[in-house]
């Protein structure tokens, strides 16, 4: 079955860069649709946006101006980078999958998440 | 932008009672093309990530024990699990997908 896991530094500091990836294993990227979603106790759960296999994007307006997601099907793996961080970005960072009815669905595959901080 | 209030924050049910956990919605997530409300329901016990329990507001994700089950239509929804089991404590979400994926706060199920 299709599992997803989450790599990236647990520390990043202020004003730096976050980079995550998100490695698909047991299946492949084709036809889904891929996702990167946070759950912060401020700000519960968050969906930051999603990349097609295609390559074709969308993400949250309210990140929308930090936010790339890009995707390398060679490896099977999609990534997140999110610039300029503060602390208020500090929180579980989550891959997902949506279902196969595409880009309106839910979430049916999740990795196990990775804690990213933000602190100097 | 759709918001989504669950209510309650918390309950405590006895083995074996009903729960129930409410979803309003600020805007329907009804698409009237094809009659299907863009809402889902996920489980996350604690240091797991969530799970699918219902999507289509009502359909049961494969797996789930049907004890769980989902309802509403529009703006109003409900989750109820039937008869609580010890393994169902966790907190319970709602989410729609209608646009720009948003989820509720959140409803925190634990055994009286």
Same mark, same amino acid.
């Given at each position: 079955?299709?599992?997803?896991? +989450?790599?990236g530094p647990g520390l990043v500091k202020p004003?730096e860069?976050l ?18 979603? %946070?759950?912060s106790?401020?700000?519960?759960? +968050? ?18 101006? %930090? ?18 961080v503060t602390a208020a970005d500090t929180a579980k960072y989550?891959?997902? %999958?949506?279902?196969?009815?595409? +880009?309106?669905?839910?979430? +049916?595959?999740?990795? %196990?998440?990775t804690m990213v901080t933000v602190s100097s | ?6 209510? @309650? ?36 016990? @604690?240091?797991?990530? @969530? ?62």
């Open positions: 079955q299709v599992q997803l896991q +989450e790599s004003s860069t980079t995550l990836t998100c490695t698909v294993s047991g299946g492949s990227l084709s036809t889904y649709y891929w996702n990167w979603i %946070r759950q106790p401020g700000k519960g759960l +968050e969906w930051i946006g999603y990349i097609y296999y295609t390559g074709n994007t969308k993400y949250n307006p309210s990140l929308k101006s %930090r936010v790339t997601i890009s995707v390398d099907t060679s490896k099977n793996q999609f990534s997140l980078s999110l610039t300029s989550y891959c997902a %999958r949506r279902q196969w009815f595409g +880009e309106l669905s839910a979430f +049916e595959i999740w990795g %196990r998440g | 932008d759709i918001v989504l209030t669950q209510s @309650p924050d918390s309950l405590a049910v006895s083995l074996g009672e009903r729960a129930t956990i409410n979803c309003k919605s600020s805007q329907s997530v009804l698409f009237n093309s094809n009659n299907k409300n863009y809402l889902a329901w996920y489980q996350q016990k @604690p240091g797991q990530p @969530p799970k699918l329990l219902i999507y289509w507001a009502s359909t049961r994700e494969s797996g789930v024990p049907d004890r769980f089950s989902g309802s509403g239509s529009g703006t109003d929804f409900t989750l109820t699990i039937s008869s609580l089991q010890a393994e169902d404590v966790a907190v319970y979400y709602c989410q729609h997908y209608y646009n720009t994926p948003l989820f509720g706060g959140g409803t925190k199920v634990e055994i009286k």
